[in-house]
């Protein structure tokens, strides 16, 4: 008997999430997350690969944006101006998530498996950001440079916006690091 | 009874290095890294934590390369030529072990974990940068934003250098890389 779970993957995020806050990830199993949430741990796994995979499942979307967003610019535009209106697309999505992004980051923050987890996805936006570039016809190193370049915007950045109380306006604070990295490598 | 065991870090070093090459990181035990190099485990125990600490044995002394010269240039020197100089001096330091540089990053290639481990390496070296730029009174993004530009311009050199036949001029390649990305962030 199967019966309708309305927004079961919605609750299951949320419970895990509101369990990673109160008792670490490490403590807390799969079969509690699906308890809190009033679902099946058989749910959860219809959703969910692993209890990892609840704070990981945005990476590919964050990716398909960047990379879809980089090769719809236009190619008469500069490598760096392309990479900016793929960071001004991500911070459009995250504007609306600052509480979720927040309470991701201090769960991540907590865990050192977590963080390198989470440098991995940063390491793969870079490599998929400077693979588009090259398809653009942008040569190398100038194409993993600007690649990392836009990562390093979006990390720094990601942590300003984090700390900031109120709603800060990310679109706002990437473009302020952005001018600031030209800032620092133009010698100023 | 204690034996002279002339170079026998060395030794360990390099039957290490050949075993990871020969057979993958994974499949080598330190029973056999000793044999291999003519030494005891615990010989092997006095010299690395573990089988991994053979190839990240270094990172300390990058990172204290970096932080020191950082630390040592000039305070009128604005932060990216700070961050340049420190850049200089590791490379000086690589130019010396391109063979092994390219063994161990075949060997880190083969391997999920060290690749994750190299990351946080990576990392942490961009943390120990921009902290070392804000007690110079480079306030923040800058501080944070030159370092993740030094490392990015290091971190895509280093694949060039290590691709590279011969013995590439890391120095050199540097600078070129730098030069890269300060045309990138203006915009050409």
């Known amino acids: 008997m199967s019966r309708w779970e309305p927004d079961a993957r919605g609750r299951l995020e949320r419970a895990a999430m509101d369990l990673y806050s109160e008792r670490g990830f490490e403590r807390t199993t799969v079969t509690e997350i699906a308890r809190r949430a009033g679902l099946t741990e058989r749910t959860f796994f219809r959703h969910f690969a692993d209890k990892r995979e609840v704070l990981f499942a945005g990476s590919s979307t964050l990716q398909d944006l960047f990379v879809d967003t980089l090769a719809g610019v236009p190619e008469s535009a500069a490598p760096i101006d392309a990479v900016a209106a793929a960071l001004d697309a991500a911070a459009a999505v995250f504007q609306d998530r600052h509480?979720?992004?927040?309470?991701?980051?201090?769960?991540?923050?907590?865990?050192?498996?977590?963080?390198?987890?989470?440098?991995?996805?940063?390491?793969?936006?870079s490599t998929a950001l400077a693979?588009?570039?090259?398809?653009?016809?942008?040569?190398?190193?100038?194409?993993?440079?600007?690649?990392?370049?836009?990562?390093?915007?979006?990390?720094?950045?990601?942590?300003?916006?984090?700390a900031g109380t109120g709603r800060p306006d990310m679109p706002q604070l990437i473009r302020e690091s952005l001018d600031a990295l030209k800032a620092v490598t133009a010698g100023r």
Do not use: C, H
């Open 99 to 125: 509480a979720y992004a927040r309470q991701r980051q201090m769960i991540i923050a907590a865990n050192a498996e977590l963080q390198e987890r989470e440098l991995i996805k940063l390491a793969r936006l």
């Open 131 to 162: 693979g588009t570039l090259r398809r653009r016809g942008v040569p190398d190193p100038a194409a993993s440079l600007a690649a990392e370049a836009g990562i390093a915007v979006f990390k720094v950045t990601f942590e300003r916006w984090i």
